[in-house]
Structure formats: structure tokens, C-alpha cells
């Protein structure tokens, strides 16, 4: 039973990491074919690279890497260390292969163009990787820093500002403001490419835990994915012995990042996903 559960966490592990790779090299592609090219900055860290690139030449992967570098400099100590090392991998893939693509011709120089298949590819493969429970770091892990300061700002509120404020960036070094707004719609696509992938057609998931490791799962969820969790009573009929079943409300983006942590702390975990239509409460609709 031990080797059959090793067999199948290494088997989730790989798949985890395969997916991780697909999404950062298919962001890459975005990136490096048609938004660098046309000096279009959608937001994150590869926005603030093509920023750099197209008014310094600094290269867009040296920006990637320097970029996520500091950010885990500062949170190495607040996030948990499996998605610190899942978020590391992925950012290192992403810039490699930004660089990789770069030493090829872009595919258009219509900046239309670039700015809705850029912007889609970028926010296919972002939401690949954050849905194998990773991040490509960028605006996605600077959110989360800020948050565990200013805890009554929502997350997706914080990306936003900071992905826009990239986008502002751009005014700086072009004096062409339609740019700036195609910059803007790329940003657009990429934010509703990544819901597509990671969240389908629905916002939330209701989760429900059932595993001997609890404590550890409820300071998780508590700690890092700044959720409410209630510990339900029950009672397994088959093994007739009393549990504590976990309910907690989480967004799709969440939702991987928690099973992939459950799973690590307890193989043995039972965790049952519904949708919730809507969720009215802090952290989800207040009206």
C-alpha cells in the first residue's frame, strides 16, 4: 500500500510538473512572438521586461528572473516552501524559454494581432501553470506579499494595480498612446484567459476535507490562502469512529494550490469539490 501510494504521488508529481512546463513555455511563446516584438507590456513581470527591453534593450528573461529573484528574497520566509520551489521552477522555464524564442523572428508586426494572440497564449499557459498549483511569480506573487501586509485588500484588487501600473509604465519610454491601450487589451485577454483555464464558467468551489492531518490544513488555509475554514462533526458508518470534516469556500485559483498541499500532508485525504454558484461574504461578494 506504501509503494502504491508513493507510485501515485510520484505519478501526480510529474503530471503536476509536466503542466507547469506546457503553461510557462506556451506563456513564453506569447510573450517572446508577439508582445516583445511590438513593445506591447501586458502587465506582470514579463510586462515590466518588455517595458525595460524596448527602452533599455534589457533583456525580457534577465527581467523575469531578477524580478521573481527579489520577490523571493522577500517572501521566502511567509509562503509555503512546496509552492515557493513549484513558483521557482516555473519562473525559470518561463525565462528560458523567452529567451529561447527570442532569437527567432516574431510572427506579426501587427500590433492588433499581437496583442490578442500575445496576450491569449500569455494567459493560456499562465493559468496551465497556476492550475498545477504554481505561478509564473510576477504580479500573481507580489500580490500575495502585499497581502499578508494590507490583509483587507482583496488579491485580484492587488494584481490589477499592479499589472496597470506596468502598463503605465510603457507611457515613459512611447509617446504613442494607442500603444498603451493595445497594451491595456492584451492585458484584458490575459486576465480572462487565465479565468478560462483556471476557473472554467464558475468563480468558487466549496471544499470538503476529510484527513487526520486537519490542523496543519486549516493553518494552510487560514495562512496562506487568507480563507475562513469550519470543522464539521461526522460520523464514518462503515469504520464507525467520529471525524472532523473541513468546509471552506475558495476561488478556482485557490483550489489547486489547497489539493496539492492536502494531498502532500495526508495521501490518504478525501476531499469532495462543488461549485458554489455565488459565495456572499469577506474575501468573496459583500451585496
Given at each position: 500500500m506504501d509503494k502504491d501510494n508513493f507510485r501515485g504521488g510520484f505519478v501526480t508529481l510529474l503530471k503536476s510538473y509536466f503542466k507547469s512546463v506546457t503553461g510557462a513555455v506556451t506563456a513564453a511563446a506569447g510573450v517572446a512572438f508577439f508582445l516583445a516584438p511590438n513593445s506591447i507590456a501586458s502587465g506582470g513581470a514579463s510586462g515590466l521586461g518588455i517595458v525595460l527591453y524596448s527602452g533599455f534593450s534589457v533583456p525580457v528573461s534577465f527581467t523575469v528572473i531578477a524580478?521573481?529573484?527579489?520577490?523571493?528574497?522577500?517572501?521566502?520566509?511567509?509562503?509555503?516552501?512546496?509552492?515557493?520551489?513549484?513558483?521557482?521552477?516555473?519562473?525559470?522555464?518561463?525565462?528560458?524559454?523567452?529567451?529561447?524564442?527570442s532569437h527567432f523572428p516574431a510572427v506579426t508586426d501587427d500590433v492588433f494581432l499581437s496583442s490578442v494572440f500575445g496576450g491569449l497564449l500569455l494567459g493560456l499557459g499562465t493559468g496551465f501553470v497556476i492550475s498545477s498549483g504554481s505561478s509564473t511569480g510576477g504580479s500573481d506573487f507580489a500580490a500575495v506579499l502585499i497581502r499578508k501586509k494590507f490583509h483587507h485588500i482583496p488579491i485580484s484588487v492587488l494584481i490589477l494595480i499592479i499589472d496597470f501600473s506596468v502598463v503605465l509604465l510603457s507611457v515613459f519610454y512611447s509617446k504613442d498612446y494607442t500603444l498603451v491601450l493595445y497594451s491595456v487589451l492584451g492585458l484584458f485577454i490575459t486576465s480572462k484567459a487565465v479565468d478560462f483555464v483556471v476557473e472554467g464558467l464558475n468563480f468558487s468551489k466549496l471544499v470538503y476535507i476529510i484527513s487526520d492531518e486537519n490542523k496543519m490544513i486549516s493553518e494552510f488555509i487560514i495562512s496562506n490562502l487568507n480563507r475562513g475554514v469550519t470543522s464539521l462533526y461526522a460520523n464514518g458508518v462503515?469504520?464507525?469512529?467520529?471525524?472532523?470534516?473541513?468546509?471552506?469556500?475558495?476561488?478556482s485559483r485557490q483550489f489547486p494550490q489547497?489539493?496539492?498541499?492536502?494531498?502532500?500532508?495526508?495521501k490518504n485525504a478525501f476531499i469532495?469539490?462543488?461549485?458554489?454558484?455565488?459565495?456572499?461574504?469577506?474575501?468573496?461578494?459583500m451585496e
Amino acid at each position: 500500500m506504501d509503494k502504491d501510494n508513493f507510485r501515485g504521488g510520484f505519478v501526480t508529481l510529474l503530471k503536476s510538473y509536466f503542466k507547469s512546463v506546457t503553461g510557462a513555455v506556451t506563456a513564453a511563446a506569447g510573450v517572446a512572438f508577439f508582445l516583445a516584438p511590438n513593445s506591447i507590456a501586458s502587465g506582470g513581470a514579463s510586462g515590466l521586461g518588455i517595458v525595460l527591453y524596448s527602452g533599455f534593450s534589457v533583456p525580457v528573461s534577465f527581467t523575469v528572473i531578477a524580478v521573481n529573484f527579489l520577490l523571493f528574497l522577500i517572501g521566502y520566509k511567509l509562503l509555503e516552501r512546496n509552492t515557493m520551489i513549484k513558483t521557482a521552477f516555473s519562473t525559470i522555464v518561463l525565462a528560458v524559454f523567452i529567451e529561447i524564442f527570442s532569437h527567432f523572428p516574431a510572427v506579426t508586426d501587427d500590433v492588433f494581432l499581437s496583442s490578442v494572440f500575445g496576450g491569449l497564449l500569455l494567459g493560456l499557459g499562465t493559468g496551465f501553470v497556476i492550475s498545477s498549483g504554481s505561478s509564473t511569480g510576477g504580479s500573481d506573487f507580489a500580490a500575495v506579499l502585499i497581502r499578508k501586509k494590507f490583509h483587507h485588500i482583496p488579491i485580484s484588487v492587488l494584481i490589477l494595480i499592479i499589472d496597470f501600473s506596468v502598463v503605465l509604465l510603457s507611457v515613459f519610454y512611447s509617446k504613442d498612446y494607442t500603444l498603451v491601450l493595445y497594451s491595456v487589451l492584451g492585458l484584458f485577454i490575459t486576465s480572462k484567459a487565465v479565468d478560462f483555464v483556471v476557473e472554467g464558467l464558475n468563480f468558487s468551489k466549496l471544499v470538503y476535507i476529510i484527513s487526520d492531518e486537519n490542523k496543519m490544513i486549516s493553518e494552510f488555509i487560514i495562512s496562506n490562502l487568507n480563507r475562513g475554514v469550519t470543522s464539521l462533526y461526522a460520523n464514518g458508518v462503515y469504520s464507525d469512529s467520529d471525524k472532523s470534516v473541513l468546509m471552506c469556500a475558495v476561488s478556482s485559483r485557490q483550489f489547486p494550490q489547497l489539493k496539492n498541499y492536502v494531498l502532500t500532508k495526508d495521501k490518504n485525504a478525501f476531499i469532495i469539490l462543488s461549485e458554489a454558484r455565488s459565495v456572499y461574504g469577506k474575501g468573496f461578494k459583500m451585496e
